[in-house]
């Protein structure tokens, strides 16, 4: 048991803790209750309990017996109960309450056992709060509250102590002196004399308490302690919480520890690394990191930086400087700054604006295609104009007003397949002395593919556009951006969107990358997009673009392609020499009227280049030194023909209801059948071949008209009763829409119900109304090609079409007969063969 003067210390220093350094106010209580002898101590029976007691709850603390503690009391029935106790016998009941966060707990709120204590010292602050040193006496129950205003009271009973003299609770005594030592020495704050004095003379009893009172616990494990009545349970408590705080402080302080060596190293390697330097400094020479940034800003000076780049690139070249070499921002500045100085921001080649050289190179490279070639030497043509008239810095593209002077053109080849859209960039390129780069748009489906990401995301990187330009070296390149048409969109965003900034001639010239964050002139490239079709293209993008349509080639165009450039070409990539193999004119007129159709020739120079695979093969193995290629050798060489010229045409409108069509697809110009037959039945109509919405109506307007004129074409009036009519275009896996088939479906089921078959050399394009007239359709140039390619020698146009007839080849025109038409009747009597032939 502690002594009378141990106790005082004890009490001393808690009473410290509340009174200030002048005690004006301070009231020092003395009373034989506060004056405990060690037997008093010694035998907690023997504290005298009254039956009824203050109750003074307490939140988020417990005060045990045999403990001293400072209390601050602000609340006013907390402060009323106070002085009422010190007017007495200065004796309260100290009562946790089970929920901290509560201002003014009721009786449910509090745990039922708490602790007697006497207040041993007082002091008023000046706003009217209360600061006690309490001293804990025993342990008591609440049994019933007898009053709860102004202050709670209630009966109380003594809960004794049960005290085990007996080795194993002087062992548990023991062992938890010990913890408490270890956690004495990982926390500072706990007073050392202190814990030799606890630790070497307290009894098991108040060793428990003294050490609760002094360690980090919930309030549940406070609780538990004052709630057990064996002091070998409380040990045992007390045990396990020690050894579970000690394990947690040890892991805490390793872990500071290895914070701390962490820290102290990278101070180390920078004080190091400050003092090499000054050394370096001092002998003239420089370290990694002070090489690559004077690298660095060497490169932004002679990168020729606009203002807002250069300022953007000097304060991360100043970020970088600041920065220790292993650092993850070091690299990531370090890359940006590679990326934005090695952009060619004052770098151009010199065009080549001569007129007549650049006409030359368009037409070696390219046969045909007179409206690209002409745009092309239209641009060229005003830039040496502007140089000529108002010098070269009438090209830097500043306006005289709002608006700024276009540089830059943005073009957009349209056409099928094979018609040399992507080889017309590098011609155009070439005639420029201009850099060439493609870009494949087909398939992309991200933003930043254009924009870039930025540069917040681990390996960030800028779009393609700005790493074509790193890439050509030059701000003035040719960039095809091929199949346009082909862009996706997800969730990642819609890359013609970004494209709007880029093909447009008021805005590009700052276009402002995400991975770069500055604005770069984009108004001196020359874009080139291709697509096969428009309708994809979203109308904001396509406004932006002077769009060139490029048509099939007619036959005698691709001749002349093929004797110029396919088959020198073939010659040359399978190992032959010219002298070693001659096609004939004939020969090549049999490899694109039978083995090829379409309005390209990328199939006619797969065909001359199988022919020119087999006559290697048979040069390589000596049977022949030259070969001549005629019709008949093609024939022997690729086989049975694939295509018929004419013949189709024949036996497939041989027997009345089928009719020839005209339409276009994205593949060029094509031919299209209508076929319409009729079985018993009762008004029935219906149509297949997965025809779109218009070209149903269409239909529907074609099958109305019929039967409204039904007596003009000499047709039964009970025809109609007795047949179902079913109408198809062939070719069923093939979707199909528009206006443009109307006198085609009219045609076929006239034929059908007339008995008239339809004249095998006539073809047709033109939509209809109810009443019978012809209205005009697009596309008139490529169905005209594809017409003259089936060998059709005659066609049915509207009327309104005929300055479209203008843009056909002189051949095109020579070689067909057209019938410009106004009403369905005018195509009907072209179109049907002579009464007389039924």
Partial sequence: MPSNKRLERLTQRAAQLIAPENDEQGVQLSSESAQRDDEGAQASPAVQVPAELPILPLRGLVVYPQTAMPLNIGQRRSVRLVDDAVSGDRLIGLFASRNPELETPEPDDIYTIGTMAAILRLFRASDGTIRLLVQGLARIRIEEYTQHEP??????????????????????????????????????SIPRDLVSSMVSSMDALQLVYAIATYIRLSLES???????????????????????????????????????????????????????????????ESDEQFAEVEQFRERIA????????????????????????????????????????SLPWTKRTEDNLNIR???????????????????ILEFLAVRRLRAERYGNANLSGEGNGARRDRQGAILCFVGPPGVGKTSLGASIARAMERKFTRMSLGGVRDEAEIRGFRRTYIGAMPGRIIQTLRRVETRNPVIMLDEIDKLGR???????????????????????????????????????????????????????????????????????????????????ENGLRPSEIQFTQDALQTLIRDYTREAGVRNLERAIGSVVRKVATRIAEGEVKRVRVTPAAVR????????GYGEELASRTELPGVAIGLSVTAFGGDVLFVEATH?????????????????????????????????DLGVSPDYFEKHDIHLHVPAGAVPKDGPSAGITMVT????????????????????????????????????????????????????????????LPDDVRQALTFVLVDDVKEVLEAALSPKSDE
């Fill in 151 to 188: 202050f709670l009271r209630a009966r109380v009973t003594h809960i004794p102590e049960l005290v085990e003299e007996t080795n194993e609770v002087e062992a548990l005594r023991r062992m938890v002196a010990d913890q408490f030592s270890k956690l004495a020495e990982l926390v500072p």
């Fill in 222 to 284: 406070y609780q538990r302690i004052l709630e057990l009545d064996s002091v070998s349970e409380k040990l045992r408590l007390l045990l396990e919480i020690l050894s579970k705080e000690i394990k947690v402080l040890e892991i805490s302080r390793q872990i500071q520890s290895q914070a701390q060596s962490e820290i102290e190293r990278m101070q180390r390697d920078h004080y190091l690394r400050e003092q090499l330097k000054a050394i370096q400094r001092e002998l003239g």
């Fill in 302 to 341: 002679a990168a020729g930086l606009p203002e807002e780049a250069l300022r953007e690139a000097q304060r991360e070249l100043d970020r970088m400087a600041r920065l220790p070499i292993a650092s993850a921002e070091y690299g990531v500045i370090r890359t940006y700054l590679d990326w934005i100085t």
């Fill in 357 to 375: 050289h650049a006409r030359q190179v368009l037409e070696a490279d390219h046969y045909g295609l007179k409206d690209v070639k002409e745009r």
């Fill in 490 to 572: 997800d969730f990642r965003g819609d890359p013609s969107a970004a494209l709007l900034e880029v093909l447009d001639p008021e805005q590009n010239h700052e276009f402002r990358d995400h991975y770069l964050d500055v604005p770069f002139d984009l108004s001196e490239v020359l874009f080139i997009t291709t697509a096969n079709e428009l309708d994809p293209i979203p109308p904001p993008l396509r406004d932006r673009m002077e769009i060139i349509t490029l048509s099939g080639y007619t036959e005698q165009e691709k001749l002349q392609i093929a004797s110029r450039y396919l088959v020198p070409r073939q010659i040359r």
């Fill in 636 to 643: 022997k060489m690729l086989g049975k023909p694939r295509f």
């Fill in 679 to 711: 079985m018993p039945g009762g008004k029935g109509f219906q149509y297949t071949g997965q025809l779109g919405e218009v070209m149903q109506e269409s239909a529907r307007a074609a099958f109305s008209y019929v039967r409204a004129h039904s007596s």
């Fill in 748 to 807: 076929a089921l006239a034929s059908l119900m007339t008995g008239r078959t339809v004249k095998h050399n006539v073809a047709m394009t033109g939509e209809i109304t109810l009443r019978g007239k012809v209205l005009p359709v697009g596309g008139v140039k490529d169905k005209v090609l594809a017409a003259h390619r089936f060998g059709v020698d005659t066609v049915i146009l509207p009327k309104r079409n005929q300055p479209d007839l203008d843009d």
